[in-house]
């Protein structure tokens, strides 16, 4: 055998390096310096089924003390009003959950219902008709307001409940293997009120893991402006775009951050719009209950006016704003790296920005000045008719969809018990959520059809790693 044809293998430790001849030997790949450190200091090393739920190293002792406290609001169950748990009482009249936690469970992230009927799963249903108010956010269902929630107290109507129906089809990829993707189609029954408008726009929302919020916050406006690129001056076919949405504690127009379309400007902001549509629970940004016409909300039992103060809210928004991010697993493997080299190959990096350094200014000292790795440019997409809602939310399109945040994405599973992604669920795992990608992303999810099953492989296990 000729030496140049020799193909040598030496296991060194558990890194394996080849040669095709004496001259020409393969250099294993290195992972950078900190990638391990997702969220830079408030990075916590847990990869257990309380991943999601750490706050981050670095707080100071008060902080750490509100972190307490929020975590007990977060998880624990509000109850109806009169109650003599008065600080947690209001529940409803209509509501989704119980609790953050009941969508958010173990911080982590929600998925569809399993069967017909399954309440507090982290699905829910947002409302919308083509018409805004003054601040420049569409209104929601005449009757049914903004958003369809599934429970109500004792003695009232529920508003109304759905189901999914999937519509299966098959993706075939170059190398002859199929994926069967679903495309979910909702049906209301059991409607309380009537029926909804004839104009609705339907768009379905499935709650997020909580991890890292506080850092994506603290980014500076002016960064996340020059990751912008909404005329596609580079020709790349890649035109991320801003959000600017209505932020009440300011009375002005801000970047959007938060929720699937980047329709929150801030934490806080995020967490009072939960507690209003999803819990029932008023706060001073959102004082008024989700009553349809015809129910005097009134005469219904509160939890005072607001139902939560703002020292408790704010409370719960630095918990929100805390959680740590969840460090890297076998971020320095070989198979992960030619994964990570296949990602940027591919340009899934032109949306998924792998590392970003957070502003000076924050609020909580210990999200300044954070090189972190969201995997995200906090930006609008147009990821194509498949995944499109056709429900705009401020400046953002039907078809928009705020890049989704990958760190963590790997610890789904070990914490929830489930593979889920994408805003609606549909995905059940990292495959299909790729090959929904359209729009923009349209060549990268071409580039992953033609990749070999050794690189989709190695670029899953990079995901997956995150």
């Not at 035109?239 to 951050?257: A, C, E, F, L, T």
Request: net charge negative.
């Amino acid at each position: 055998m000729k030496k140049s044809t020799k193909i040598l293998i030496l296991i060194i430790g558990f890194q394996f390096f080849s040669c095709s001849d004496a001259d020409d030997k393969y250099i294993p790949l290195v992972a950078d310096e900190g990638e391990q450190f997702s969220g830079g200091e408030a990075t916590f090393f847990n990869a257990t089924e309380e991943a999601f739920g750490f706050a981050a190293p670095n707080l100071t002792f008060q902080e750490e003390g509100d972190f307490g406290i929020g975590n007990s609001f977060f998880r624990q169950s509000w109850v109806t009003s009169p109650s003599s748990t008065t600080a947690r009482d209001g529940l409803g009249p209509f509501f989704n959950a119980v609790s953050c936690s009941g969508c958010h469970f173990k911080d982590g992230r929600g998925r569809p219902p399993l069967v017909d009927g399954e309440t507090a799963h982290g699905l829910l249903l947002r409302l919308s008709i083509n018409e805004r108010d003054a601040n420049g956010s569409y209104l929601g269902d005449p009757i049914y307001g903004g958003q369809l929630q599934d429970n109500a107290v004792l003695g009232q109507t529920v508003k109304g409940k759905f189901n999914i129906v999937y519509q299966e089809f098959t993706e075939t990829l170059a190398d002859g293997t199929t994926v069967s993707l679903r495309k979910p189609n909702y049906i209301f029954n059991s409607l309380g009120y009537g029926p909804l408008a004839a104009n609705l726009k339907l768009s379905p929302r499935i709650a997020n893991q909580m991890i890292g919020l506080g850092l994506l916050e603290a980014i500076d406006e002016s960064t996340i402006l020059k990751l912008a690129d909404p005329d596609d001056s580079n020709n790349d076919g890649i035109s991320g775009r801003p959000n600017y949405v209505y932020d009440i504690q300011s009375n002005s127009k801000k970047i959007g951050r938060f929720g699937w379309k980047s329709n929150q400007p801030n934490v806080r902001q995020q967490v009072a719009a939960a507690f209003s549509g999803d819990i029932g629970i008023t706060t001073s940004l959102f004082p008024f209950e989700n009553c349809p016409p015809g129910v005097d909300c009134s005469t219904i039992p509160n939890g005072g006016t607001p139902e939560i103060s703002d020292l408790n809210l704010d409370r719960v928004a630095l918990y929100s704003s805390t959680l740590a991010v969840p460090a890297r697993r076998n971020y320095n493997d070989q198979n992960v790296l030619e994964g990570k080299k296949v990602f940027e190959t591919i340009n899934c990096t032109s949306c998924h920005i792998p590392k970003i350094k957070t502003g000076n200014t924050h609020a909580i000292a210990a999200m300044r000045n954070q090189t972190i790795r969201p995997y995200t440019d906090l930006l609008l997409h147009d990821m194509g008719a498949g995944l499109a809602d056709n429900a705009p939310d401020f400046e953002a399109t039907g078809n928009e969809w705020r890049t989704q945040a990958l760190w963590g994405i790997g610890l789904i599973n070990t914490v929830n018990k489930h593979t889920n992604l994408l805003h609606d669920g549909r995905a059940r795992n990292v495959t299909e959520a790729i090959l929904w990608h359209g729009g923009e992303a349209e060549k990268a999810k071409n580039a992953f059809k033609q990749l070999s099953a050794i690189e989709r492989n190695n670029l899953l296990d990079f995901i997956n790693s995150l």
